[in-house]
């Protein structure tokens, strides 16, 4: 069973950095992508950052520029690096996966996902 687990979660300042980790089961077959989500209180889920099987990365409008996301294929982790934190950032962010080469920042396609880990930012 594939299990994916948030880490790295925490309060900070506006213009303030954090690394999020993302800890998940190796693959036993087939291509994956991955992509890390945010839900704030009241609102959607939505996608803030991809990378896909080929290494590609995409980002949604508001965090390009600021936020990063890498993958430790050796160690199987998954990271987002957020700097320059607005308050507006300040979400329950989760980490997914899905049985696809390319992944999009549609919810409904990701076969996995963690329990997310909470982010405060202050202004």
């Known amino acids: 069973q594939v299990q994916l687990v948030e880490s790295g979660g925490g309060s900070v300042q506006a213009g303030g950095s954090l690394k999020l980790s993302c800890t998940f089961s190796?693959?036993?077959?087939?291509?994956?992508?991955m992509a890390w989500f945010r839900q704030a209180p009241g609102k959607e889920r939505e996608g803030v950052a991809i990378?896909?099987?080929?290494?590609?990365?995409s980002y949604r409008d508001s965090v390009k520029g600021r936020f990063s996301i890498s993958q430790d294929n050796a160690e199987n982790i998954l990271y987002l690096e957020m700097n320059r934190m607005e308050p507006q950032d300040t979400a329950t962010y989760y980490c997914?996966?899905?049985?696809?080469?390319?992944?999009?920042?549609?919810?409904?396609?990701?076969?996995?996902w963690g329990r997310g880990t909470q982010v405060t930012v202050s202004s």
């Open positions: 997914a996966r899905a049985r696809k080469f390319y992944c999009t920042m549609r919810a409904n396609i990701y076969n996995y």
């Open positions: 990378i896909n099987t080929d290494g590609s990365t």
């Open positions: 190796p693959s036993t077959s087939g291509d994956y992508c």
